[in-house]
């Protein structure tokens, strides 16, 4: 059920904004950011499996994530926002007080950090890590 659950989400979200992650138009592919584009995983939480999670980074640095807790009957929980791009230490902040503001960009990989901007530690660490799809 989680498999499907997230393939729908994913579904549903590229079919709504495929065209803002190649934010340009035209423009050739060569421009566009390594780090922009669709992430998809499942994040812990406190009291159920996890969260699904898809997060989307367009070119023109703005973002879009979503959150579904799985095994419950709850609606999608959507933030949008803009994010500034960190060239050197390979992270995004969001603008966002609603959402963990801080990511590392890695190897087709968009990994959560902590607030002091730091990887988290730990047992629970390696699924702070969201896929790049």
Not at 12 to 21: I, K, N, Q, R, T
Not at 61 to 90: H, N, V
Not at 125 to 130: D, E, F, Q, T, V
């Amino acid at each position: 059920m989680k498999k499907t659950f997230l393939t729908l989400i994913v579904f549903f979200v590229l079919l709504g904004v495929c065209s803002s992650v190649w934010a340009g138009g035209g423009k050739d592919q060569q421009n566009v950011p390594e780090w922009a584009g669709i992430y998809a995983g499942v994040i812990p939480a406190a009291d159920c499996p996890g969260i699904s999670v898809v997060a989307i980074l367009s070119a023109d640095k703005t973002y879009k994530f979503t959150y579904q807790y799985i095994d419950r009957d709850t609606e999608l929980f959507t933030f949008t926002g803009i994010f500034q791009w960190d060239e050197k230490a390979k992270t995004i902040t969001l603008d966002s007080r609603n959402l963990p503001s801080y990511y590392k960009v890695g190897k087709n990989s968009l990994i959560q950090l902590d607030l002091e901007r730091n990887e988290i530690k730990g047992k629970l660490a390696g699924k702070y890590k969201l896929r790049k799809i």
